[in-house]
């Protein structure tokens, strides 16, 4: 039996079949399918805008040749590095949605895949169902976000960068697609099989292997020694026109690594808060700080996409800062489009958070709702989940969203040489980070409800 017809058998096409599935599962899986649209749609765009400057640069028009005439191309090639480094900021978010939307699908199916082994199905036949399924819904989500890119395509001829309006198909580029396509696919089918190499298949149930341990003490003290030494380095580099190439493709190699440094700082943090959050009085926060210190790299997971937005938050907080210079017409320039492109990057940083957030805490639910079934018969109410989750969730949240921060400001602060009055634009961007905040740990207190209907289809929720 191939794995294509064990997916075929494995879909129920009657009424019956269809209103078993439980509401988890089908919430699960209607985000799952969100999640692939708008990862496809954000990720055709910012490789669209990254060509549509790289265009500009070999093709430059009038106004930016005469300002580049004594800049040997540094002017446009600093749009090309900007868009990079925008795109650097917003990509470990839309990779790791991406991640998370491919094994949404294994969510609560555990009885199912169970069964599929009891009947005589083998684990390579399970495995390769399983992708062909995350292959099915990736396809689908693909087909969405790509249409919503080529609607959203025209929209991008109101906003002008580099003083020339962007032209009404500029941010249209066809081998972009096919390429996007490529990237989530492979990525998918990659996700899921490294999440099935994880669990043990079997007639009598799926069992999880034994997690990785935590993050190891010395870990830590290696990422902050990394960090101190790139943030030091980082300040003989610059963003100005007057660099040259290899300072920008430097700066980009840099700005990866103290971003995979501060995920690694942030990670040992919040399993050693966690740890010291043992002793606190309550068995909500017991259990919460119980899951959040043996799970680390699993909480970092859920609330990174807020840690990286407001990271860039931080960091753009100096790049808006930056003032005019009448006697530099190309930093003019620059700092011109700045607000610009840090408004469309926080917006999609927000839009990846929002989905990202839903998903994650949707497949929360479903992957514990057995463990989430034995508490309640045991006396804890469906309020009581719910208070565990904003513990759970909420506080690393607040937590990795002041790392963040600080670490972004950290970053601006070496970037930007200049003196500037950063105070204003602070207030404004730690305003909208704490809007965010808000708005998701009120995502994951809304999924109370979720729960509970959870209960209503898993246990006695009258008795």
Known sequence: MSAMTLMTAAQSSTAEGRAQRQTGERWVRALSLVAFSVSTWILCTLAAGTWMFAQRMWHPHEAVRVIDADLDGLLTLSYVFLALFASLLVVPTLLGLLTQAAR??????????????????????????????????????????????????????????????????????????????????????????????????????????????????????????????????????????????????????????????????????????????????????????????????????????????????????????????????????ITGDIPTGVALTAVFGAILLVASTLLTQALAVVEQKQLTKSLYFVGAPAKYHTSVAIREIGVPMVLVTLLGFGMGNLLGFVMVAVPVDVLPQLTLFAALIALVLAGCIAAVAATGELRERVLTETGRLND
Not at 171 to 187: H, Q, S, Y
Not at 279 to 298: D, E, F, H, I
């Open 104 to 333: 949404a699908n294994l969510g609560g199916r555990e009885e199912q895949l169970a069964i599929l082994r009891l009947i005589g199905a083998t684990s390579g036949q399970v495995r390769g169902m399983m992708i062909l399924d995350a292959l099915r819904q990736a396809l689908v989500g693909l087909g969405i976000g790509t249409v919503l890119y080529l609607v959203s395509v025209p929209a991008w001829s109101l906003l002008t960068f580099q003083e020339k309006r962007i032209g009404t198909w500029e941010m249209f580029t066809w081998w972009i697609v096919p390429v996007a396509w490529l990237v989530v696919l492979v990525l998918a089918a990659a996700s899921v099989w490294l999440a099935l190499r994880r669990v043990a298949v079997t007639p009598l149930g799926v069992t999880k292997k034994i997690p990785p341990k935590g993050q190891s003490a010395i870990t830590l003290v290696i990422s902050l020694v990394a960090a101190f030494a790139l943030y030091r380095y980082l300040s003989t580099l610059t963003i100005a026109p007057g660099a040259n190439a290899m300072d920008f493709i430097m700066l980009l190699v840099v700005v990866a690594g103290v971003l995979m440094v501060n995920a690694l700082i942030a990670v040992g943090v919040i399993q050693l808060i966690a740890r010291f959050s043992y002793l606190l009085p309550g068995s909500a926060n017991y259990v919460a700080t119980r899951r959040v210190g043996r799970g680390a790299r699993t909480t970092w997971k859920r609330v990174a996409a807020l840690y990286f937005l407001a990271f860039t938050a931080g960091i753009s907080s100096w790049i808006s800062a930056i003032p005019e210079i009448d006697a530099d017409p190309a930093l003019n320039m």
